[in-house]
């Protein structure tokens, strides 16, 4: 039986999906505001009127992939297991989620730390993260309460350096080296929540 025609496989390369991954690729490399139509055909082989068929503009693009950074978020937020048991245990959880789903939509959320909110998608976009930001700062909050981290330590200073940390993997991390999401939660665990001093030191 022969395989599928090239027809066939340039319709399946270009499906929705497909158009979404090689845009969001694009728009890291060149930034969202210096791409533009003819540059999104070119990467994707076809020309600006296949693009229409699938989305509007770019900034319909640019709103689907923030969403899928921000959709990621917000599972984890609603999670039974960041809802309930001691506050501390429900933190580490969340930084643990945190970078394998930042592992696991490099692309997606790569793009979401790029936005400065230069029109109404990246604004509301930011406003999530803020509202990420408010939920990590209040967990943080509980868990010096209760007694799990130490209390002398503003808790949003301590979401923004934790997540500061989360976040920067998107600037180094290369899958092809072999390291998986869980070593790299363990390993940012054992250093934000032990400390890196040895117990022989």
Do not use: C
Not at 108 to 128: C, I, K
């Amino acid at each position: 039986m022969s395989g599928p025609t090239p027809t066939r496989q340039r319709r399946r390369g270009h499906d929705p999906e497909s158009v979404l991954s090689i845009a969001v690729g694009v728009f890291n490399e060149r930034g969202y505001d210096g791409t533009s139509m003819e540059d999104l055909a070119r990467a994707l082989g076809v020309t600006k009127s296949a693009i229409y068929y699938h989305v509007p503009g770019k900034e319909q693009l640019l709103a689907r992939a923030l969403d899928r950074a921000l959709d990621g978020l917000f599972a984890m937020v609603a999670d039974e297991r960041a809802a309930s048991g001691a506050a501390i245990e429900r933190l580490e959880w969340v930084v643990r989620q945190s970078v394998r789903m930042l592992v696991e939509r490099l692309p997606y959320v790569t793009l979401l730390l790029r936005v400065r909110g230069n029109s109404r998608t990246e604004q509301a976009a930011l406003e999530r993260r803020r509202e990420f930001d408010r939920f990590i700062s209040h967990l943080v909050k509980e868990a010096a309460a209760e007694g799990g981290i130490r209390a002398d330590v503003e808790p949003l200073l301590v979401t923004r350096l934790l997540f500061g940390a989360v976040n920067s993997i998107t600037e180094w991390y290369q899958p092809a080296r072999g390291d998986s999401a869980d070593d790299l939660a363990d390993a940012l665990l054992k250093m934000t929540f032990d400390g890196l001093r040895s117990d022989a030191a």
